[in-house]
């Protein structure tokens, strides 16, 4: 599940919010209420408790993920935080300004401005080129003819479709039509986005690049997104949180490790079983700190009686920038010192598989495979920011804790050769 050092204050507070659909309300919550569940409840009003007073906050640049079965009543919610839907009960706040009982003109400039929604079937004109499509909202808000192709051309570009602006809808695949309307979402500029089960019409291959061109275009433009999918593996990958619903109950709210390390009921438990751990979990969740390294610039003797002194047959060397060089053996640093040399410059060194932390570790197995050497993170200098071996490999991909995390590196070290 991706992450984010910036997400503090709220932008959306759900409150006790509760939705029935039907006449008799009030005796359907307060059956709910009373601990009758949602099928016993339609039984004995012949009403629909979609929601049951859902409690939560999203946080500004967050994305936070809506997770259930069919009729969980997620897609329900989702409307209430744009006011398509009111509730029954309860209150949604936009950064503290009540919006679930806005009046409707109101209400309506808040969506053109404010909060922009991609659905499943992404509603595209047919009669319109694709530059159309996604600067239709603009042309509706009264923005200029060039300023709408300069944002139109710019959220083009973000959702790689460079040439197809001026196509009709009809000459694009599946895919490219939902990167259209991914793409008419971000010209909008608006600061909240509702996804409501975007990709799950898509073909499994063309669904996983979208998942991955949604998380990179997230890192560049970090808007506040509400995703909602029946998928788990989707729901984790894709948002820094995850509320779990079920018959119109928010179950379990947390991170994945949260919601896949302690599920919270016998439903969530069965949901998870069978996550793949790999998808979800990445090198940053894995790497373990490498507590001993040498500079190119030190003396081999001293490299010598520091590997000796912590047990170690190789050792990570770094530049003067903390940059990573390569890996060098404690028998190649007894050559340097009978070859009378001053530093480790110029020699030859083992270069290790050098990963991005935000890889998954699913992507990472082959790397283990294929050679000996350990497989470690690097930041975008190229400066080293731990390692991951085997083991730790393993107990990331089950359920279970990693080993002390020191012993690993030196043991792990004390094994390549």
């Known amino acids: 599940m991706s992450t984010s050092s910036k997400l503090t204050e709220p932008i959306i507070r759900v409150t006790d919010v509760s939705k029935v659909f039907g006449r008799q309300k009030e005796q359907a919550l307060k059956l709910r209420e009373a601990g009758e569940s949602k099928?016993?409840?339609?039984?004995?009003?012949?009403?629909?408790?979609?929601?049951?007073?859902?409690?939560?906050?999203?946080?500004?640049?967050?994305?936070?993920?809506?997770?259930?079965?069919?009729?969980?009543?997620?897609?329900?919610?989702?409307?209430?935080?744009?006011?398509?839907?009111?509730?029954?009960?309860?209150?949604?706040?936009?950064?503290?300004?009540?919006i679930s009982h806005m009046p409707k003109r109101q209400l309506q400039e808040v969506r053109r401005n404010k909060i922009g929604m991609v659905?499943?079937?992404?509603?595209?004109?047919?009669?319109?080129?694709?530059?159309?499509?996604?600067?239709?909202?603009?042309?509706?808000?009264?923005?200029?003819?060039?300023?709408?192709?300069?944002?139109?051309?710019?959220?083009?570009?973000?959702?790689?479709?460079?040439?197809?602006?001026?196509?009709?809808?009809?000459?694009?695949?599946?895919?490219?039509?939902?990167?259209?309307?991914?793409?008419?979402?971000?010209?909008?500029?608006?600061?909240?986005?509702?996804?409501?089960?975007?990709?799950?019409?898509?073909?499994?291959?063309?669904?996983?690049?979208?998942?991955?061109?949604?998380?990179d275009i997230q890192g560049e433009v970090q808007k506040t997104v509400i995703f909602v999918t029946h998928d788990l593996d989707e729901a984790l990958t894709l948002g820094h949180r995850a509320a779990v619903m079920k018959d119109g109950e928010i179950v379990q709210l947390g991170t994945a490790e949260d919601i896949l390390s302690q599920p919270a009921t016998g439903y969530v438990k069965l949901l998870v079983q069978d996550v793949n751990y790999g998808k979800i979990r990445l090198a940053k969740d894995a790497v373990v700190p490498v507590e001993t390294a040498a500079y190119e610039y030190e003396s081999p003797q001293v490299v010598l009686r520091r590997m000796r002194t912590n047990h170690l047959s190789t050792i990570f060397v770094l530049d003067s920038a903390d940059r990573l060089l390569g890996l060098i053996s404690i028998y190649t640093v007894m050559e340097l010192i009978e070859a009378h040399k001053h530093d480790l410059k110029g020699k030859e060194m083992t270069q290790p598989h050098c990963v991005n932390p935000d890889m998954s570790l699913q992507e990472m197995i082959p790397l283990f495979t294929d050679s000996h050497s350990p497989v470690v993170i690097v930041d975008n200098h190229h400066r080293l920011q731990g390692m991951i071996s085997p083991n730790t490999l393993i107990a990331n991909l089950t359920e279970r804790t990693a080993v002390t995390e020191q012993q690993e590196v030196k043991s792990y070290q004390m094994e390549v050769r």
């Open 119 to 215: 659905f499943q079937n992404v509603g595209l004109l047919p009669n319109r080129t694709v530059i159309d499509n996604i600067t239709f909202g603009l042309e509706i808000q009264g923005v200029s003819a060039n300023e709408r192709e300069k944002r139109g051309k710019k959220a083009l570009e973000m959702v790689g479709l460079n040439g197809q602006a001026y196509k009709r809808i009809y000459e694009l695949s599946g895919g490219m039509q939902q990167r259209v309307g991914l793409a008419r979402a971000l010209a909008s500029e608006q600061e909240i986005l509702l996804m409501d089960e975007p990709f799950s019409a898509l073909d499994p291959l063309i669904r996983r690049d979208m998942q991955k061109l949604f998380l």
């Open 39 to 98: 099928y016993e409840v339609e039984q004995a009003t012949k009403t629909t408790v979609a929601i049951y007073n859902a409690h939560f906050e999203v946080k500004k640049g967050e994305t936070f993920v809506l997770i259930g079965l069919s009729g969980s009543g997620k897609s329900t919610l989702l409307r209430c935080l744009n006011g398509l839907v009111e509730p029954t009960e309860g209150t949604v706040y936009l950064e503290n300004t009540d």
